[in-house]
């Protein structure tokens, strides 16, 4: 079966052979008589007159392969499952859609939710009870499918009033217009409070907020920058570092391989889950990036350039496309392709370069992990428990000597866990991740000057736009195996347009500008909610589900009402659009009551309001791509952190291919006495054109608040 996972021998598929997802296909050949989503699965609930058994997770999703194992491949489990149930299996990857809306009733059930999630729904699609790993039989006062399933029949049998009203309530909560909050504005305050919360968070002594589990949450750390940005206060910055330098020392690092694993399962940044999310290493990359600009520390260019060897090795199609993650498990045991004993680390390495690494990163002969997530025994987890600097200068080393020695033997050490059976991979690829992706590559191309990076994302966005688009411009949510399919969601559109923006800005061909125009066109013509503001997840000629979800919540990945108010404002600057300011305005005035009562889970929205109070900047430059002084003004307006401003290129000359993008006031702008020069604009009002990069950034620094 796909994912490493074995299946009886002579077992039947069922009928999810016939899909593409990695997910579905691992339960192809389950006993379980699952169906996919779809007309022909809810046709037959309403025939039979049965509940659905909605079961949902991800093909890298550890727990989700623990109980097919214990559950779904049990014939006795699968029994009872297809007497009692309708059983959809569903890839949320695949469809985000019911898995937010399928997330959110499991919170109103249980109070809490999770991967797997189990939904039990009337054959109209109305959820009455939620649950997420089950056993096969109860234990530890958590249910057991195998004593489940005959009280959900004897309920099903002879209470259903009981079923219609619990179904109902949760129904109608679902549909629940959004809080208002009066006529109160949005405003600093709100950014202050944020700010006030993730401090009242911070662990000071290992870095990142709360306790265990830790998630990196990288758009907590692009807003506590900005607030270093706008508030002066120093306390944001050294959080926002802290956080980043505790995870690349952490075993949430793969040391010898790249590439950050899901999330630590302790407040160490020690054990981590061990999956590799395509996500994680975009809008990480992100933070690592716009850390280099405000600190110019190497250190965290030195990360976003192994964070992109790992995708671009591993995590990337031959067409140029990136997949979606790396499971955690590999031969039934999570974390074993990445763990070492001190005894392979001996077998591999040099004696003095293993007793090095083995002093450097606390192996120990029996493991280093006090809790460890039953690896085998003896298993290490390679990690730098201080700083190189610290440990450099106690064993009398320079700190680049000995970075020089310990990446020599981590390199030794990847080269030889490619002997080991490998993690599955999920090979889908996915609009929106992608987006992401593109626009980290993007960003750090421009910012560290790695045209190599800009490649990659421009042949990402090709891929997407050439091979994931129906005849009229609108996007599909997942490819695989040759097939485009499942209509694109908000996120889909919104993160290629930041991508696509992102790539404008990086090489400044007004292809990529155009695209994200039109794209951004759909999203505003098919995803508004006009009256109430903000977009829906779904397009308006979208499949019919329970609810038509709406949020702004930032959780793992930025929501995709955060990332359209972003785009909103940007595009509405490079267009001189206010039309589109004025649509952002309506997306932060639609959640404000949600982000009031708990800002720190609104950091990106928050980010896209730091923008729209000010002061930004609309910078153009004006000059030949190619010439040397159009290039030392873009590289010093990149190397500033100045996260709030939009970028245009004017090249010499009439530009038909920009002119339908391009502002009419930017198509004036012209390069003075011969030299490149930079237009420094708020509010499309412009100051004195300059030719020196350093007053330019000067310019920039200074500029005055909106309204000031």
């Given at each position: 079966?796909?994912?490493?996972?074995?299946?009886?021998?002579?077992a039947?598929?069922?009928?999810?052979?016939?899909?593409k997802?990695?997910?579905?296909?691992?339960?192809?050949?389950?006993?379980?008589?699952?169906?996919?989503?779809?007309?022909?699965?809810?046709?037959?609930?309403?025939q039979?007159?049965k509940?659905?058994?909605?079961?949902?997770?991800?093909?890298?999703?550890?727990?989700?392969?623990?109980?097919?194992?214990?559950?779904?491949?049990?014939?006795?489990v699968a029994?009872?499952?297809?007497?009692?149930?309708?059983?959809?299996?569903?890839?949320?990857?695949?469809?985000?859609?019911?898995?937010?809306?399928?997330?959110?009733?499991?919170?109103?059930?249980?109070?809490?939710?999770?991967w797997?999630?189990?939904i039990?729904?009337?054959?109209?699609q109305?959820?009455f009870?939620a649950?997420?790993?089950?056993?096969?039989?109860?234990r530890l006062?958590?249910?057991?499918?195998?004593?489940?399933?005959?009280?959900?029949?004897?309920?099903?049998?002879?209470?259903r009033?009981?079923?219609a009203?619990?179904?109902?309530?949760?129904?109608?909560?679902?549909?629940?217009?959004?809080?208002?909050?009066?006529?109160?504005?949005?405003?600093?305050?709100?950014?202050?409070?944020?700010?006030?919360?993730?401090?009242?968070?911070?662990?000071?002594?290992?870095?990142?907020f709360?306790?265990a589990?830790?998630f990196p949450?990288?758009?907590?750390?692009t807003?506590?920058l900005?607030?270093?940005k706008?508030?002066?206060?120093?306390?944001?910055?050294?959080?926002?570092?802290?956080?980043?330098?505790?995870?690349?020392r952490?075993?949430?690092?793969?040391?010898?391989?790249?590439?950050?694993h899901?999330?630590?399962?302790?407040?160490?940044?020690?054990?981590?889950?061990?999956?590799?999310m395509?996500?994680?290493?975009?809008?990480?990359?992100t933070?690592?990036?716009?850390?280099?600009?405000?600190?110019?520390?190497?250190?965290?260019?030195?990360?976003?350039?192994?964070?992109?060897?790992y995708?671009?090795?591993d995590?990337?199609?031959?067409?140029?496309?990136?997949?979606?993650?790396?499971?955690?498990?590999s031969?039934?045991?999570?974390?074993?392709?990445?763990?070492?004993t001190?005894?392979?680390?001996?077998?591999?390495?040099?004696?003095?370069?293993?007793?090095?690494?083995i002093?450097?990163?606390?192996?120990?002969?029996?493991?280093n992990?006090?809790?460890?997530?039953?690896?085998?025994?003896?298993a290490?987890?390679?990690?730098?428990?201080?700083?190189?600097?610290?440990?450099?200068?106690?064993?009398?080393?320079?700190?680049?000597?000995?970075?020089?020695?310990?990446?020599?033997a981590?390199?030794e050490?990847?080269?030889?866990r490619?002997?080991?059976?490998?993690?599955?991979?999920?090979?889908?690829?996915?609009?929106?991740?992608?987006?992401?992706?593109?626009?980290?590559?993007?960003?750090?191309?421009?910012?560290?000057?790695?045209?190599?990076y800009?490649?990659?994302?421009?042949?990402?966005?090709?891929?997407?736009?050439?091979?994931?688009?129906?005849?009229?411009?609108?996007?599909?949510?997942?490819?695989?195996?040759?097939?485009?399919?499942?209509?694109?969601?908000?996120?889909?559109?919104?993160?290629?347009?930041?991508?696509?923006?992102?790539?404008?800005e990086?090489?400044?061909?007004?292809?990529?500008?155009?695209?994200?125009?039109?794209?951004?066109?759909?999203?505003?013509?098919?995803?508004?909610d006009?009256a109430?503001?903000?977009?829906f997840?779904?397009?308006?000629?979208?499949?019919?589900?329970?609810a038509r979800?709406?949020?702004?919540y930032?959780?793992a990945?930025?929501?995709?009402?955060?990332?359209?108010?972003?785009?909103?404002?940007?595009?509405?600057?490079?267009?001189?659009?206010?039309?589109?300011?004025?649509?952002?305005?309506?997306?932060?005035?639609?959640?404000?009551?949600?982000?009031?009562?708990a800002?720190?889970?609104?950091?990106?929205?928050?980010?896209?309001?730091?923008?729209a109070?000010?002061?930004?900047?609309?910078?153009v430059?004006?000059?030949?791509i190619?010439?040397?002084?159009?290039?030392?003004?873009?590289r010093?307006?990149?190397g500033?952190y100045?996260?709030?401003?939009?970028?245009?290129?004017?090249?010499?000359?009439?530009?038909?291919?920009?002119?339908?993008?391009?502002p009419?006031?930017?198509?004036?702008?012209?390069?003075?006495?011969?030299?490149?020069?930079?237009?420094?604009?708020?509010?499309?009002?412009?100051?004195?054109?300059?030719?020196?990069p350093?007053?330019?950034?000067?310019?920039?620094?200074n500029?005055?608040?909106?309204?000031?």
């Amino acid at each position: 079966m796909n994912g490493g996972q074995s299946h009886p021998a002579g077992a039947r598929a069922n009928r999810l052979i016939r899909e593409k997802s990695p997910y579905l296909l691992q339960h192809a050949h389950n006993p379980v008589d699952w169906y996919p989503w779809g007309p022909e699965a809810l046709a037959a609930a309403r025939q039979e007159d049965k509940p659905i058994f909605l079961s949902i997770g991800y093909s890298t999703c550890h727990w989700c392969h623990v109980m097919a194992r214990e559950s779904f491949e049990d014939r006795e489990v699968a029994a009872l499952m297809n007497d009692a149930f309708i059983n959809i299996k569903v890839d949320r990857e695949e469809r985000p859609d019911l898995d937010s809306v399928y997330m959110t009733a499991a919170q109103l059930l249980s109070g809490g939710g999770g991967w797997p999630l189990n939904i039990i729904l009337t054959p109209d699609q109305r959820p009455f009870y939620a649950a997420t790993y089950l056993p096969k039989h109860s234990r530890l006062g958590r249910a057991g499918i195998m004593d489940l399933v005959p009280r959900i029949k004897d309920l099903w049998r002879s209470g259903r009033d009981k079923i219609a009203s619990v179904a109902g309530q949760v129904t109608a909560a679902l549909d629940r217009p959004l809080a208002e909050c009066g006529g109160e504005a949005p405003g600093e305050a709100t950014l202050q409070a944020a700010f006030d919360q993730l401090a009242s968070m911070h662990d000071p002594k290992n870095g990142g907020f709360g306790q265990a589990p830790k998630f990196p949450t990288p758009h907590n750390i692009t807003f506590l920058l900005r607030c270093w940005k706008r508030f002066g206060d120093p306390r944001a910055l050294e959080m926002a570092e802290a956080a980043l330098q505790a995870m690349r020392r952490g075993g949430i690092w793969d040391h010898a391989g790249f590439g950050f694993h899901r999330y630590a399962t302790d407040e160490r940044w020690l054990v981590p889950h061990f999956e590799k999310m395509l996500y994680d290493q975009a809008l990480l990359a992100t933070a690592y990036t716009e850390a280099w600009q405000a600190t110019g520390d190497e250190a965290y260019a030195r990360t976003v350039g192994r964070i992109f060897t790992y995708v671009l090795r591993d995590m990337t199609s031959p067409e140029g496309a990136f997949y979606s993650a790396e499971d955690a498990d590999s031969e039934g045991v999570e974390g074993k392709f990445y763990v070492w004993t001190e005894a392979e680390i001996r077998e591999v390495l040099a004696p003095a370069d293993a007793d090095l690494l083995i002093e450097v990163m606390a192996v120990s002969a029996a493991d280093n992990v006090p809790e460890g997530p039953g690896l085998p025994p003896g298993a290490n987890i390679l990690h730098l428990p201080r700083p190189l600097r610290e440990t450099a200068a106690r064993l009398k080393m320079r700190a680049g000597e000995l970075e020089r020695k310990l990446d020599a033997a981590l390199a030794e050490l990847y080269g030889a866990r490619a002997s080991r059976v490998r993690p599955h991979q999920d090979d889908k690829v996915l609009a929106d991740w992608n987006g992401l992706m593109i626009s980290a590559l993007a960003r750090a191309a421009a910012a560290l000057n790695e045209p190599a990076y800009a490649e990659a994302a421009a042949k990402a966005a090709s891929f997407v736009l050439d091979k994931m688009t129906d005849g009229q411009g609108r996007l599909f949510h997942r490819w695989r195996g040759g097939e485009a399919a499942v209509p694109g969601f908000l996120d889909d559109y919104v993160f290629m347009v930041r991508g696509l923006t992102d790539l404008y800005e990086a090489v400044f061909d007004p292809l990529y500008l155009r695209t994200a125009v039109a794209l951004n066109r759909i999203v505003a013509g098919h995803f508004q909610d006009a009256a109430g503001g903000g977009f829906f997840q779904t397009a308006d000629d979208a499949e019919a589900i329970i609810a038509r979800h709406k949020d702004a919540y930032d959780g793992a990945v930025p929501s995709g009402n955060s990332v359209a108010m972003m785009n909103l404002l940007r595009i509405g600057r490079l267009t001189a659009d206010p039309a589109l300011e004025r649509m952002a305005e309506g997306v932060i005035r639609a959640f404000y009551c949600a982000a009031r009562k708990a800002p720190a889970g609104f950091t990106e929205l928050l980010s896209a309001l730091d923008f729209a109070l000010g002061p930004s900047a609309e910078v153009v430059i004006a000059g030949a791509i190619e010439a040397p002084d159009t290039v030392a003004m873009i590289r010093a307006l990149r190397g500033a952190y100045v996260p709030n401003k939009v970028l245009l290129l004017r090249p010499p000359g009439r530009d038909s291919t920009a002119e339908d993008v391009m502002p009419e006031f930017v198509q004036a702008m012209a390069a003075r006495g011969g030299k490149a020069t930079a237009y420094v604009c708020r509010n499309f009002n412009c100051a004195e054109p300059v030719t020196d990069p350093r007053r330019m950034v000067e310019l920039l620094e200074n500029v005055p608040a909106q309204g000031g």
